[in-house]
């Protein structure tokens, strides 16, 4: 079963069980779970995308888009700047 919904251009698609992908067509990217991506104002660092519950900055936990520092683990939410800022996608 394929479930898709669209917020502001950004459509998020998941193939219940199998896959997790967010495709923004207007960066020309389509992201999925496990990916490894550089940020442009990250320098070098790579992160790690992940889709699901997380808790950042002493919020209480969400559940949606976000990436961790693979060399210290340090979570962030993917938010829609990070989108325009990535330079680099590894599957």
């Known amino acids: 079963m394929l479930e898709a919904k ?3 251009n950004v459509k998020t698609m998941q193939k219940v069980g199998v896959l997790m992908e967010l ?4 960066f020309e990217i389509t992201l ?3 990916d490894y ?5 990250f320098n070098a660092e790579t992160w790690s995308v ?3 519950w997380y808790a950042w900055g002493g ?3 969400v559940c949606g888009w976000y990436l961790t ?3 210290t683990q340090a979570v962030k ?5 990070d989108l325009e800022d990535i330079y680099i996608i590894e599957s």
């Not at 495709?23 to 207007?26: A, G, S």
């Not at 991506?37 to 104002?41: D, Q």
């Not at 939410?77 to 700047?81: A, D, G, I, R, S």
């Open 59 to 61: 919020n209480r936990p």
């Open 50 to 52: 992940h889709y699901g």
């Open 6 to 8: 669209t917020l502001n």
């Open 37 to 41: 991506v550089r940020l442009g104002r």
């Open 69 to 71: 520092n693979i060399l």
């Open 32 to 34: 999925e779970v496990g």
């Open 77 to 81: 939410p993917l938010q829609y700047t």
């Open 23 to 26: 495709n923004v067509p207007e």
